[in-house]
């Protein structure tokens, strides 16, 4: 569902992030992005969101070669990807239910199947007492996993968790990689989760790919943090 065939990318000031990258990810999959700053991480989110395009190579999103659509194209396209962030990002004056909602408002979903969804997804990442509460009213757990709900709401295929633990502390976090987990597991939504907590990608192990100066140097189809720290 995630095909990257030979994709570099080299930014206008002569900087190159990504130097032939070679992925492929299954339906379905979860799979950890690891490395240092300035490693490529950034740079490939961007590339599988439509916010950049490669120099070179292709990157092939459910089929679609996202390098070549059209600018008009790219919000329709992104209608195949959920991206949550570590800052969360929600409307501040609409409550659980109105942020999660929003999504699903800006596709035209029709208003019953708006709250049919809303309401299930709410259930799903364990938040179905708080629809009429505000952000500020949260936890910062709580708040990621309203970002959660609200990338999940249209079914994505992919959902990308760019550090989604980044604010949170350990316990926090754990139960946000469960909650990742459990999306897998039952909306079969493939996940992508670029993270700079070892700890956690240690503890809970999936496929991990380590990038470090713009190349692939592992790919661990079995998971586990890369104790080389070299690479780290």
Not at 116 to 130: H, I, T
């Amino acid at each position: 569902m995630l095909v990257l065939e030979n994709v570099g990318k080299t930014y206008k000031n002569g900087v190159k992030a990504l130097h032939d990258i070679n992925l492929n990810i299954e339906q379905s999959e979860f799979v950890y992005i690891i490395g240092n700053t300035g490693s490529g991480k950034s740079t490939l989110i961007k590339l599988i969101d439509g916010e950049e395009v490669p120099t070179k190579g292709n990157v092939k999103v459910v089929g679609i070669n996202v390098g070549k659509l059209k600018h008009s194209k790219v919000p329709l396209y992104r209608r195949n990807i959920g991206v949550v962030f570590q800052d969360f990002r929600l409307l501040e004056h609409k409550t659980v239910f109105e942020n999660v909602a929003f999504a699903l408002e800006v596709i035209n979903m029709k208003k019953l199947d708006i709250r049919r969804r809303v309401r299930e997804v709410l259930e799903l990442v364990d938040l179905a007492d708080k629809a009429n509460s505000f952000p500020h009213e949260l936890s910062g757990g709580q708040q990621q996993r309203v970002a959660i709900a609200r990338a999940i709401a249209n079914r994505p295929k992919l959902l990308i968790a760019d550090e989604p633990t980044g604010n949170l502390d350990p316990m926090t976090s754990k139960t946000i990689i469960d909650l990742l987990e459990k999306i897998n597991q039952e909306e079969k939504t493939t996940i992508l989760m670029v993270t700079h907590d070892v700890a956690l990608v240690d503890s809970n192990r999936h496929r991990t790919i380590v990038l470090q100066n713009g190349y692939i140097v592992a790919d661990a189809q079995d998971g586990g943090y890369f104790r080389d720290q070299s690479i780290m």
